[in-house]
């Protein structure tokens, strides 16, 4: 039987309909999803009814899971991340353009997030197409693109540099503050997708300069690429319903966590899948 897959924006995400993610997954409907996962960056699946160790046991196909360096897992079910923003929360988590452990220097293949409870209104989610910000670049930005190392630290990191605790923004959870020490991770600037061999403009929110350059000469360029990235024709906007699931590769795929639902309350379970070391157009990793 074929996938049921409609996509949503002329750029990126598709709605997959007809199937329960709560069952086994067979070698045939696995390479289904992983198609329409390639084509289409990020998927979406409405009315599912997933215990944490389900929702573990479908990302298991896509990969080894991925523990967070600086969120704990649910003690039942430690791969799970749960995300929780209550009532009383100021800041969420998630917001900013973003792929997933970018500051890792084998950052998430792929993210697997279910909402349990939203707001009746806000707390939608961003996504952008890396691939359409680099192939709107003129071909001289991108030769100049090509050329460039981004440094990235991840935003436990960043606050911790500014004296800032994590833990204490993200009051609601289970977080852990980074180390003095906390490393940063070179990328190409320009990726190439493992799997599809096309090439990407990896920037986020984690990306604080371009290697060997300082971060005035780099804050405008950065802004610029991010900017470019995430233009309203490279993005989608998904809206969350208790039951909804949402798989997207981070190889390809940046997102971003609207905060406008304050004195409400949402709370998600997030399974990350590993992933590989970026390589750069001319194949050879950073």
Same mark, same amino acid.
């Given at each position: 039987?074929?996938?049921?897959?409609?996509?949503?924006?002329?750029?990126?995400?598709?709605?997959?309909?007809?199937?329960?993610?709560?069952?086994?997954?067979?070698?045939?409907?696995?390479?289904?999803?992983?198609?329409?996962?390639?084509?289409?960056?990020?998927?979406?699946?409405?009315?599912?009814?997933?215990?944490?160790?389900?929702?573990?046991?479908?990302?298991?196909?896509?990969?080894?899971?991925?523990? !967070? /360096?600086? %969120?704990?897992?649910?003690?039942?079910?430690? +791969?799970?991340?749960?995300?929780?923003?209550?009532? =009383?929360? $100021?800041?969420?988590?998630?917001?900013?353009?973003?792929?997933?452990?970018?500051?890792?220097?084998?950052?998430?293949?792929?993210?697997?997030?279910?909402?349990?409870?939203?707001?009746?209104?806000?707390?939608?989610?961003?996504?952008?197409?890396?691939?359409?910000?680099?192939?709107?670049?003129?071909?001289?930005?991108?030769?100049?693109?090509?050329?460039?190392?981004?440094?990235?630290?991840?935003?436990?990191?960043?606050?911790?540099?500014?004296?800032?605790?994590?833990?204490?923004?993200?009051?609601?959870?289970?977080?852990?503050?980074?180390?003095?020490?906390?490393?940063?991770?070179? !990328? /190409?600037? %320009?990726?190439?997708?493992?799997?599809?061999? +096309?090439?990407?403009?990896?920037?986020?929110?984690? =990306?604080? $300069?371009?290697?060997?350059?300082?971060?005035?000469?780099?804050?405008?360029?950065?802004?610029?690429?991010?900017?470019?990235?995430?233009?309203?024709?490279?993005?989608?906007?998904?809206?969350?319903?208790?039951?909804?699931?949402?798989?997207?590769?981070?190889?390809?795929?940046?997102?971003?966590?609207?905060?406008?639902?304050?004195?409400?309350?949402?709370?998600?379970?997030?399974?990350?899948?590993?992933?590989?070391?970026?390589?750069?157009?001319?194949?050879?990793?950073?």
């Amino acid at each position: 039987m074929s996938l049921d897959c409609e996509p949503l924006s002329g750029a990126l995400g598709a709605t997959v309909r007809g199937i329960d993610l709560s069952e086994p997954i067979d070698a045939s409907r696995f390479q289904q999803l992983n198609a329409a996962l390639l084509e289409h960056g990020v998927l979406f699946f409405h009315d599912q009814q997933l215990t944490p160790a389900q929702q573990v046991a479908f990302a298991r196909h896509f990969g080894d899971i991925h523990y !967070h /360096p600086h %969120v704990q897992g649910l003690a039942e079910q430690p +791969e799970v991340m749960e995300i929780l923003k209550t009532e =009383t929360d $100021t800041v969420n988590f998630g917001a900013g353009w973003h792929s997933d452990q970018m500051f890792l220097d084998e950052p998430a293949m792929g993210t697997c997030l279910y909402a349990l409870e939203v707001p009746a209104a806000g707390g939608d989610t961003l996504f952008a197409c890396m691939r359409a910000g680099y192939r709107s670049l003129s071909p001289a930005m991108q030769r100049l693109a090509r050329g460039l190392k981004t440094v990235n630290l991840s935003v436990a990191g960043q606050q911790q540099r500014r004296g800032q605790s994590s833990v204490a923004t993200y009051s609601s959870m289970r977080t852990r503050d980074a180390g003095a020490d906390e490393p940063t991770a070179v !990328h /190409p600037l %320009v990726r190439t997708h493992p799997q599809t061999g +096309e090439d990407v403009l990896y920037i986020g929110i984690h =990306t604080l $300069t371009f290697l060997d350059h300082t971060p005035q000469e780099s804050r405008a360029l950065i802004d610029f690429l991010l900017d470019q990235v995430t233009r309203p024709e490279h993005t989608c906007r998904f809206r969350w319903r208790a039951g909804s699931l949402a798989l997207w590769d981070n190889r390809r795929v940046l997102h971003n966590a609207i905060n406008d639902y304050p004195g409400k309350r949402r709370r998600m379970h997030r399974v990350t899948v590993v992933g590989d070391r970026p390589v750069s157009v001319n194949r050879t990793a950073a």
